[in-house]
């Protein structure tokens, strides 16, 4: 009984230190805890720093492309100008081409001055080339919808060129211009002249977000909406067939298929190719459905079918993981009241699995959305988005870019204000992703049954 | 059973679609990244100002879109390729094969390629042996054909600044780069007499001469850049010791940043290429497909719209964004008006 010790007695300690005194070796084991909570601070306050400066960069940069440089002018649609019969006959007037609709802009730019008392050295030629290319578009478009107005005098808001609004917004200043030949000194001070008078100024552009792209000559013209609609187009198609496809396989493969070496080797597969590059599948798409199917060149249609390679192993995975987290008690209960095995899947299991599901091809869509690697392929990078589609049909199947494609062509162009585009397109972009991930979020947050 | 129905609107847009394949309405063009903006310029007033729909223009490069205006016949093939270089032998061939024998030639201008450093390095004058001596992979020295030693400018002529040799040149899939073979290194392999020695080195092959001279150093003083003069500029923003090949018309558009070499004690500007002065240019092509005539719309229109003395002549918006243009100008329009091919007689 000696060799018992008393259970009162505090436990010998061979090292003799107390539980409120922390020996050495504890006091390391803390510190090394200590050291790793702060590098997964930093790593965190890294990325942190790293989002916050791609952040700022953007919205500095990009913020500028919503906003644009306008000019009010007064131009006379002079009818010995525009229809030299004056008989109004639509397919005469069509005849006057842009270039017969300069003189117009440039005179009416000329009257604007002289009116507004503001003395420049300036010829008539090198005033209207503060004006953007677009103008003479613009004023001829105008003149076409209403023939009526010919011969009438009309307000309109010209945009001005790219240089004059780089100007205004800060890019072009009197120093930079000094090798500049699109632009000179005496030019920018009727300018200041002409905002001082308040018929220049810069205001909201929704020409960005509705328009169409344009061409080098005219940066300040381009617009994001119809490489949108090519970008819709291609989520329609990709919506479309990825979703039944996804789900029916992944129904199938959970529900159904005998577990053998044949679906173990298709699930392998289909693991793998949620991890190709996506440039693989633009080759294939150009091999399969441009050369062999003969599917037009620049397409929508092509576009949303080789997103749809893309993103169905992605929809694959996430739903057959939803569908397994549904309790196999469901099941049973279903089979066990006499339901067949569709019944139990389609009334009880799918419906349980819906969030998931959706949530998985939000994501999956939000993908596709944002890449531009297989498009360069297909033939969807390029001056291609400047005719809006008038139809769904015409959408799927005209010639059209897609929103990463457009800002990826915007960062190539030779002229500053296509940088600024590239940027404003980011913000965009940016806002469509992060408003389908919200979506994607908040189903699942509603919607989600835990068990 | 919402599935049924999703599977059968889905075939219902394929078939839809299929109908709208039949018919192409709007001209596809693809080719050269330099005349790109010319042809996107063009495409853009053609659409204004005709009833046609604004006609498709990609890039990829001179070779790229004469390979693919060389795939065949049919509306699944582009109408026009844009190239910054005339279409080569090979390559007609290529189409013949393919069954698209008759092509129409269409030069609309000039260009000039630039040297340029940044704007706060630097300036330069450069001659074509310069250039030799700097990026060619070997050189004559003391009469005898060596790899190239040279590493700084200073080096190659003494009139030059003490800085680390730094190119930025297209790559090997740009019409640009064998203009600059062609006139730049050749043209300086031929003044320094490099050429004979390497004429006689290769007993008397004129071919594997010219191939020394052109082919240039590997040691990462010479930069191959495939994709576009933005990404040559990108680079020289970084480097300030780097010296780009760029043209003109990007270089226009970009003064702010970039300052210009001469060549050969010439100032590159539009009149000093259309006099011929300037020694670095070359003519821009289009090629339409003339079995596409009358099939795709538009497509004869916008060919005579891009060479109208009003587009392409010298007060045009081409010439604005700094095309030199062709004091032949008549010529080319009628040759599209009477839609003559290739090759003479056929």
Not at chain 1, 7 to 29: F, H, Y
Not at chain 1, 234 to 256: D, K, N, Q, R, T
Not at chain 2, 65 to 86: H, M, P, W, Y
Not at chain 2, 295 to 307: D, S
Request: glycine share 8%; aromatic share 8%; charged share 20%.
């Amino acid at each position: 009984m000696s060799d018992i010790p008393n259970p009162a007695a505090p436990i010998a300690d061979p090292r003799g230190a107390s539980l409120l005194v922390q020996d050495g070796r504890t006091k390391r084991r803390n510190a090394s805890e200590g050291r790793f909570k702060l590098y997964g601070i930093v790593a965190i306050a890294i990325g942190l720093l790293m989002l916050l400066t791609l952040l700022f960069t953007i919205i500095s940069r990009g913020t500028g492309a919503f906003q644009q440089t306008y000019v009010t002018l007064s131009v006379p649609l002079l009818e010995e100008k525009l229809d030299k019969n004056g008989n109004r006959d639509l397919a005469e007037i069509k005849k006057v081409s842009t270039f017969g609709y300069a003189p117009l802009t440039k005179a009416a730019f000329e009257a604007k001055i002289a009116e507004s008392g503001i003395e420049t050295s300036l010829k008539p030629k090198a005033m209207a080339d503060l004006l953007s290319k677009d103008a003479a578009a613009q004023l001829r478009d105008y003149v076409v919808a209403n023939p009526d107005l010919i011969g009438s005098t009309v307000e309109f808001e010209f945009l001005t060129n790219s240089r004059v609004d780089g100007y205004l917004k800060g890019r072009v200043s009197r120093e930079s211009i000094a090798n500049d030949k699109n632009i000179n000194a005496a030019q920018l001070d009727l300018v200041d002249a002409l905002i001082a008078d308040g018929s220049l100024q810069k205001r909201l552009n929704l020409n960005f977000i509705t328009g169409a792209d344009a061409s080098d000559a005219r940066p300040e013209a381009a617009g994001m909406g119809v490489a949108m609609l090519g970008s819709f187009a291609m989520m329609l198609v990709v919506l479309v067939l990825a979703l039944p496809i996804g789900v029916a396989a992944s129904i199938y493969l959970e529900e159904f298929a005998p577990k053998n070496w044949i679906t173990d080797i298709i699930e392998v597969n289909i693991s793998n190719l949620a991890a190709v590059p996506s440039i693989v599948f633009g080759i294939l798409g150009l091999a399969v459905f441009i050369n062999y199917m003969h599917l037009p060149n620049s397409a929508p249609l092509v576009g949303g079918l080789v997103l749809t390679l893309m993103t169905l192993p992605t929809i694959i995975i996430s739903t057959r993981a939803s569908l397994k987290s549904v309790p196999p008690s469901i099941r049973d209960a279903a089979l066990g009241v006499g339901a067949s095995k569709m019944q139990s899947v389609f009334h009880h299991v799918l419906p349980l699995a819906a969030p998931g599901i959706l949530t998985g091809t939000i994501i999956g869509l939000a993908q596709a959305l944002g890449e531009t690697a297989p498009l360069l392929l297909i033939g969807m990078v390029g001056f291609i988005a400047s005719n809006p589609p008038e139809s769904i049909a015409e959408g799927l199947m005209a010639p059209n870019s897609a929103m990463p494609a457009q800002i990826y062509e915007w960062a190539k162009r030779a002229d500053p204000a296509f940088y600024e585009r590239a940027w404003g397109g980011i913000i965009i972009l940016l806002v469509f992703l992060i408003s389908m991930n919200a979506i994607a979020v908040l189903l699942r947050r509603r919607f989600e049954r835990r068990w | 059973m919402s599935l049924a129905k999703l599977t059968t609107s889905a075939l219902a847009i394929a078939a839809v679609s299929a109908t709208a394949a039949a018919a192409r309405d709007q001209v596809q063009v693809a080719g050269s990244s330099t005349v790109l903006p010319y042809a996107s310029i063009v495409a853009e007033a053609f659409g204004e100002n005709f009833d046609f729909p604004t006609p498709v223009v990609e890039s990829g490069g001179s070779s790229a879109g004469l390979k693919r205006f060389c795939e065949g016949v049919g509306e699944n093939t582009i109408d026009v390729a844009n190239a910054s270089r005339q279409i080569k032998e090979a390559e007609v061939a290529a189409c013949a094969e393919n069954g698209v024998t008759d092509i129409i030639e269409v030069r609309i201008g000039y260009d000039g390629i630039v040297f340029a450093s940044d704007i706060n390095g630097n300036s330069f004058e450069f001659t074509p042996t310069d250039w030799y001596k700097a990026l060619s992979a070997k050189v004559v020295v003391d009469g005898e054909v060596a790899e190239n030693p040279y590493t700084t400018w200073d080096q190659v002529n003494p009139d030059f600044p003490a800085q680390p040799i730094q190119a930025f040149i297209p790559g090997t899939k740009h019409g640009t780069r064998e203009v600059f073979e062609e006139k730049v290194i050749l043209a300086g392999c031929e003044a320094t007499g490099d050429f004979e020695t390497f004429l006689e080195a290769a007993e008397g092959d004129k071919k594997a001469a010219e191939k020394e001279c052109i082919s240039l150093r590997s040691d990462g003083k010479s930069v191959d850049i495939d994709g576009d003069y933005t990404e040559t500029l990108a680079r020289i923003e970084s480097n300030q010791d780097g010296i780009g090949v760029f043209g003109l018309a990007f270089y226009e558009n970009n003064t702010d940043k970039l300052q210009v070499a001469t060549m050969g004690g010439v100032e590159p500007t539009t009149e000093s290429i259309a006099s011929g002065d300037y020694p670095v240019s070359r003519p821009l092509f289009f090629y339409v497909k003339k079995a596409h005539i009358g099939v795709i719309p538009g497509l004869k229109e916008y060919a005579e719209f891009f060479v109208a003395d009003e587009v392409a002549g010298p007060d045009g918006p081409l010439a604005e964004y700094g095309l030199v243009s062709d004091p032949e100008l008549a010529e080319t329009q009628s040759v599209v008006t009477d839609e003559t091919v290739m090759g003479g007689g056929s």
